[in-house]
Nanobody
Framework: QVQFVESGGNLVKPGGSLRLSCAPS????????IGWFRQAPGKEREGVAF????????LYSDSVKGRFTISRDNAKNTVYLEINSLMPEDTATYYC????????????????????????WGQGTQVTVSS
């Protein structure tokens, strides 16, 4: 069983930056993709950034493209989300999640942004953007 621990959330002013971290524990060899999702109060969970573990290919939602960067440090077994030019609408709880190889075999080489496809989740870290 894989579990994730997210950290790095904070209260920041518009235009600021943050780096979120996601550290998995447990058996991680069968993970196909790791993603960052966010959920604001009253809104659906939204996938914002994804990285495929076999080649580090990335995928971003249109709402964050150019401002968010997902990356991996294999030595530290950690996934990061660099967030720049923060806006109030980025306020949300940010979750790290992963999809296993078995589920991803139905993706035909693509990266799914559907949160229901991701079976392993962390508890989330809060990002609040406010002046």
């Amino acid at each position: 069983q894989v579990q994730f621990v997210e950290s790095g959330g904070n209260l920041v002013k518009p235009g600021g930056s943050l780096r979120l971290s996601c550290a998995p524990s447990g058996f991680t060899m069968d993970l196909y993709a790791i993603g960052w999702f966010r959920q604001a109060p009253g809104k659906e969970r939204e996938g914002v950034a994804f990285i495929r573990t076999n080649d580090d290919s990335t995928l971003y939602s249109d709402s964050v493209k150019g401002r968010f960067t997902i990356s991996r440090d294999n030595a530290k077994n950690t996934v990061y989300l660099e967030i720049n030019s923060l806006m109030p609408e980025d306020t949300a709880t940010y979750y790290c999640a992963a999809a296993g190889l078995r589920v991803a075999s139905t993706w035909y080489g693509r990266i799914s942004v559907d949160p229901d496809q991701y079976g392993y989740w962390g508890q989330g870290t809060q990002v609040t953007v406010s002046s």
